[in-house]
């Protein structure tokens, strides 16, 4: 890792504001998997939690796409993190009274997921602020292998602490992490970059149709992008189910309900991450799309692994290590590509057609999930998603070499 980067203190606050609030997400994600599993014992319960986020993605992530083009991403992220500690807040309110009101759930995931939409494109513009160009994918390397280091520690010590104190602590965990981020992101400075754009002016809904055609059309003018995009989100439309209800189906029945299971798949899962994410911090690549289908094939032949866990419990922990390694060699190429492709004044609208694309697949997971897969048994899940992952990486390496064929024939021309 470069140094440098260490160096300028813009970075290091956000650094420090990403690591704070995803010590908190882990806490939060882990108390409310566990507590509606108890609560509902319904596969298809946990599949529906997430459709409430995804469709406020589907509403608002280009709203805060060209806001994040437009505006200050540092208030951006303040005004996301505010909104999300009021939200946290009244989860953990709720879980301390065991009320199991799922429509309130729901309700504050769709709360959560506008925040998301506002403050994930504001942080990938300020990145491209207070970052060179140049090192901007070491920059996102860092970012998510401390992200992935989190998923490894975070959930096996969430696992004891969950023993010893009431679940719904793990949710006011968050909402402090989320008040500590905000300090970081306050005090981070940055130089706008040299663009062209009246922030003064009223954002009219001429203008934001305006703004949102420019990001749209920079996509059909660039079809390498395009299919970075493409196939680095239509793989969630089988991971999300996988990892939301196979995960937690598969700790139950491999240890008679011990949520320190979960958490322990959970942990090597991200041990997987981490090592994908570390590896990714030193790479130096050019052909991002062939780096994300091999991140897809790793998935792939972590959850056919995982079809053997209940029966052979290291050969799950294996399996979810292999899949985590996938992660950050979708993530990252995709974010870098955005961020190096995208000319300066549309990387927050361009980033947001990446999410909604991640929220489409998504949503399609889950109603699938509600319906289908989320009711079957967990090796046959799990069957389902390695294999239609491995298919999926097969058309990505038919397409990619297919398009440098026809880069090389043009060049010969």
Request: aromatic share 12%.
């Amino acid at each position: 890792m470069e140094a440098s980067l260490w160096k300028n203190r813009s970075f290091l606050k956000l650094w420090l504001a990403q690591l704070t609030a995803n010590i908190g997400d882990q806490c939060y994600s882990f108390a409310l998997l566990w507590y509606l599993l108890q609560a509902t014992k319904s596969g298809s319960a946990l599949s529906l939690l997430a459709i409430p986020e995804m469709v406020a993605g589907l509403l608002f992530y280009l709203v805060g796409g060209v806001f994040a083009d437009r505006f200050s991403p540092r208030l951006l992220m303040v005004g996301a993190d505010i909104a999300r500690v009021a939200v946290v807040i009244g989860v953990g309110v709720m879980a301390a009274y065991g009320i199991e009101n799922f429509a309130f759930f729901l309700a504050a995931q769709f709360l959560l997921g506008v925040s998301s939409s506002v403050f994930q494109p504001a942080r990938t513009v300020a990145l491209t602020n207070i970052i060179p160009l140049e090192s901007l994918s070491r920059a996102n390397g860092i970012l998510d292998t401390t992200f992935r280091t989190i998923r490894i520690l975070a959930p096996m010590t969430i696992g004891l602490l969950a023993s010893a104190v009431p679940l719904s602590t793990l949710f006011f965990v968050n909402a402090g992490s989320y008040l500590v981020s905000v300090f970081f992101v306050f005090a981070i400075q940055y130089s706008p970059r040299s663009r062209q754009v009246d922030h003064t002016s009223k954002l009219t809904i001429q203008q934001y149709r305006q703004d949102i055609s420019t990001g749209v059309s920079e996509l059909r003018q660039n079809q390498p992008l395009f299919l970075v995009l493409l196939f680095g989100n239509i793989g969630y439309l089988i991971w999300l189910v996988t990892y939301n209800v196979g995960f937690p189906f598969l700790a139950e029945q491999m240890n008679q309900g011990d949520g320190s299971t979960l958490a322990m798949l959970m942990g090597f899962y991200g041990v997987g991450n981490l090592l994908g994410s570390l590896y990714m911090s030193r790479a130096y690549y050019t052909r991002h799309l062939f780096v994300i289908l091999m991140g897809w094939m790793m998935q792939a032949g972590g959850f056919l692994l995982l079809t053997g866990g209940i029966s052979l419990h290291w050969i799950a922990f294996l399996g979810a290590a292999l899949a985590g390694i996938g992660g950050p060699l979708i993530g990252i190429p995709t974010v870098t590509a955005i961020q190096i492709k995208t000319s300066e004044t549309n990387v927050g609208k361009v980033y947001a057609i990446n999410m909604l694309l991640f929220t489409f697949f998504g949503m399609l997971s889950s109603i699938l999930g509600a319906v289908w897969l989320g009711k079957l048994p967990v090796q046959q899940l799990f069957l389902i998603s390695g294999l239609f992952l491995a298919v999926l990486t097969v058309v990505g390496l038919y397409v990619e070499k297919h398009k440098n064929a026809k880069k090389h024939q043009s060049f010969d021309a």
